[in-house]
């Protein structure tokens, strides 16, 4: 989920008991996060959960890769029965993370991890107090805007509506104090180590 949104987080009842090792990332749009997401699911371990939104399906997009694709109709349908972990409505549509698989995971004993927005990370960390926030930071602006360009998804105006919310996402997520990690993603294997050695620090209980 990208953009500055305020999401509505369900608590659940046993979110402090989970023994999995809860992992949220995020970033601006274009910054990596998915390819990063995808490289780790191979190398580790980590359980990434898709979430679900209901922005139509770009082109390229792979259905139930990164995201669920639904009308609102079911989203709404989906939370009146409480069955997302956080949502959010940003830039005309909506997102969230379901409350299942994620949490039959963590109470397994398995790692989950949840590409989410700074506003949903935050929310999150008010129910998972124990919860490992990375930011993923762009080696500069001029190359996350080369990105978002090079993406072909986006027509000009909407590519510079993304680029300010990200501008706006990483100055609101350097003036936190609420991410363990910031990780600048200038060289994607590079990146992908060194989110790879958090999570062993992490699982090793180190701080």
């Known amino acids: 989920m990208n953009a500055a949104a305020a999401p509505i987080v369900a ?12 992992l949220v990332m995020v970033g601006p749009s274009g910054v ?27 082109p390229g997009e792979e259905v139930g890769k990164t995201y669920e694709h639904i009308d609102k109709s079911e989203f709404y349908r989906r939370l009146d029965s409480d069955q997302y972990l956080e949502y959010a409505h940003v830039h005309g549509n909506y997102y969230a993370t379901p ?26 960390r008010d129910a998972f107090p ?23 998804r986006d027509a000009p105006e909407d590519i510079q509506k993304r680029f300010r919310a990200a501008r706006r996402e990483i100055a609101m997520a350097r003036g936190s104090r609420s991410f363990d ?12 180590e060194e989110i790879i050695k958090i999570i062993r620090l992490k699982r090793a209980g180190g701080i």
């Open 11 to 22: 608590t659940p009842a046993n979110a402090s008991a989970h023994r999995g090792l809860l």
């Open 32 to 58: 990596g996060k998915s390819t990063i997401a995808r490289k780790l699911e191979v190398l580790t371990k980590v359980h990434y959960t898709v979430s679900v939104t209901t922005r139509p399906k770009a």
């Open 99 to 124: 409350t299942h698989p994620t949490l039959d995971f963590l109470t397994e004993g398995k790692d989950v991890l949840l590409e989410i927005d700074v506003q949903g990370a935050l929310q999150v």
């Open 130 to 152: 124990d919860a490992v926030l990375m930011f993923i930071l762009p080696p500069d602006q001029n190359t996350l805007l080369q990105r978002l360009t090079d993406r072909g």
């Open 181 to 192: 990690y910031m990780v600048i993603n200038d060289d994607l294997e590079k990146a992908v």
